[in-house]
C-alpha cells in the first residue's frame, strides 16, 4: 500500500533554514509528482508546489517561489522541501501528497519558528 | 489563478442528515477537481477525484457532482466520523488552489 513518511517536527530560529522529508513506499517513486502543501494554524491548505522524480521537473506557486526548493533522491524514494529565510509566517505544518491528483497523503511534518 | 469559492464555510448538522457542500470555480476546470477530508488529527484523505469519482474505501454515502462551474460533495446520511473538515482542490490549470474549507459540525 502506498505510504508517505514525513520528517519529524522541527524547531528553528528565524532567519534559518529547514529541510523535511517525505519517504515514499507502496509505488513507483519515479512516476508521480509529489505535492507540497502548506496548512497555517486554524486556516486553510495552500499549494506549494510539486516535484516529478522521475526527471526532476518542479513547479511552484508564485508564492513560494525563493521560499520553497523542492529535490528528490530517486535511490532513496525520498522527496525534499527546503524553506529558507523563516519567518514566523512559515510556521505551519507541511504536508507531502502523491500524484498530480493528490491520491495519498503524508501525517504532516510542523514547523515552528521561533527565536 | 482560479478561485476556487467553497460554501458553507462552516455546518452543523446532525447524525443522519444529508448535507452538501459546493466550491465554485472561477475559470473552466473541465471536472479536474477532488474532495478532501481533514480528520482533527490532521490526517488529510482523498474522497472523490475527477468531480465524481469515488476514491476505493470511500464509503457509498459520498457522492459528488458538478452543475456548470458548481461542483458539490453530498454525504447522503451523516455518520459521526464524518464531521470533519472538507476541501476542494482543483487540479486543471496551474497553481493548482483550494476551496478555503468546510468545518462540518454536530449539531
Known amino acids: 500500500q502506498v505510504q508517505l513518511q514525513q520528517s519529524g517536527a522541527e524547531l528553528a530560529r528565524p532567519g534559518a533554514s529547514v529541510k523535511l522529508s517525505c519517504k515514499a513506499s507502496g509505488y513507483t517513486f519515479t512516476s508521480y509528482w509529489m505535492q507540497w502543501v502548506k496548512q497555517r494554524p486554524g486556516q486553510g491548505l495552500e499549494w506549494i508546489g510539486a516535484i516529478y522524480p522521475g526527471d526532476g521537473d518542479t513547479r511552484y506557486t508564485q508564492k513560494f517561489k525563493g521560499k520553497a526548493t523542492l529535490t528528490a533522491d530517486k535511490s532513496s524514494s525520498t522527496a525534499y522541501m527546503q524553506l529558507s529565510s523563516l519567518a514566523s509566517e512559515d510556521s505551519a505544518v507541511y504536508y507531502c501528497a502523491m500524484g498530480e491528483w493528490f491520491a495519498y497523503w503524508g501525517q504532516g511534518t510542523l514547523v515552528t519558528v521561533s527565536a | ?107
Do not use: H, N
Not at chain 2, 77 to 95: G, R, V
Open chain 2, 1 to 107: 489563478d482560479i478561485q476556487m469559492t467553497q460554501s458553507p464555510s462552516s455546518l452543523s448538522a446532525s447524525l443522519g442528515e444529508r448535507v452538501s457542500l459546493t466550491c465554485r470555480a472561477s475559470q473552466e476546470i473541465s471536472g479536474y477537481l477532488s474532495w478532501l477530508q481533514q480528520k482533527p488529527d490532521g490526517t488529510i484523505k482523498r474522497l472523490i477525484y475527477a468531480a465524481s469519482t469515488l476514491d476505493s474505501g470511500v464509503p457509498k454515502r459520498f457522492s459528488g457532482s458538478r452543475s456548470g462551474s458548481d461542483y458539490s460533495l453530498t454525504i447522503s446520511s451523516l455518520e459521526s466520523e464524518d464531521f470533519a473538515d472538507y476541501y476542494c482542490l482543483q487540479y486543471a490549470s496551474y497553481p493548482w488552489t483550494f476551496g478555503g474549507g468546510t468545518k462540518l459540525e454536530i449539531k
